[in-house]
């Protein structure tokens, strides 16, 4: 096996044998990820909307991957380290919500020819889907219920429901730092959805009128997620009307009804009305 550059026409061209696999099939295992692709109908446009979903659970994953890296610097009080984090899972954001654009041009007709392929089948069942919104503060007991036949699941998703979101993290930062972020606020019910609080949004407007640039910049990157998260509700609930109108959801929820009432909520709600006082 040739371990040297090979000269070609006077030009060093790629290396071309590995005697056997090559060291990009070992890294990214592609020969693994394009068998995973199993269509449940004969209809073509199936294995798009099947593709593009199994790139989203992807970017869900690297996504509960950056949010915990997020998590662990900003508990070493490692601000901009923590704020770099942010920024990177911010562009993972925009490439997952980018993934709607296909789903989205699908007419019902189209939608139709395979949906009943799916089941009763439905996004809301990815239970790293479920993880990622407990990290941004979307706690919620009942979502436990589609995983109760899969222990190992449920057992990582409970622990997630107790244990603190992103935001936890960053008002405990901010508490450190001697903000004033109220006690109970940090020692409340970490099982229960992030409600907003005033004290806390006057320390988020405190912020914005002063010159700490590690604090500003972490509280726009947060805004950026929350931004881009807003953004993926409203793509999932676009594409959802524009596909099979006023369906019932392939999971049994109410369809676009249950969308529309997700698509209300925001996270990091501090964030968003502090703005109102700088």
Known sequence: ?????????????????????TPYEDYVHASVLHTLQKQASDDPREMSFLVITQIMELYFGLLVFEWRQAQRELRADDLRAAVRTLHRSDLHMQGLNAAWRPIARMTPGEFNSFRDALG???????????????????????????????????????????????YDDVLAALHRRGLGIPVDVLERDLSRAYEPNADVEKVWAEVYRGDDRDLLELGEALTDIAE????????????????????????????????????QRSVFPELWTARSFV
Do not use: I, N
């Not at 096996?1 to 590995?18: A, I, N, Q, Y």
């Open 228 to 263: 881009e998260f807003a953004r993926w509700r409203y793509d999932h609930l676009l594409a959802t009307r524009r596909s099979m109108g006023a369906k019932v959801g392939t999971g049994g929820s109410a369809g676009v009804a249950w969308l529309e009432k997700r698509t």
């Open 1 to 21: 096996m040739s371990t040297c550059p090979v000269v070609h026409g006077g030009e060093e061209v790629p290396k071309l044998d590995f005697g056997g696999t």
């Open 120 to 166: 009763e089948g439905s996004g809301f069942q990815s239970g790293v889907y479920r993880e990622m919104e407990f990290l941004l503060g979307e706690k919620s007991r009942s979502m436990l219920v589609p995983h109760r036949a899969v222990p190992k699941l449920h057992d990582s998703l409970e622990a997630q429901l107790h244990a603190p979101s992103l």
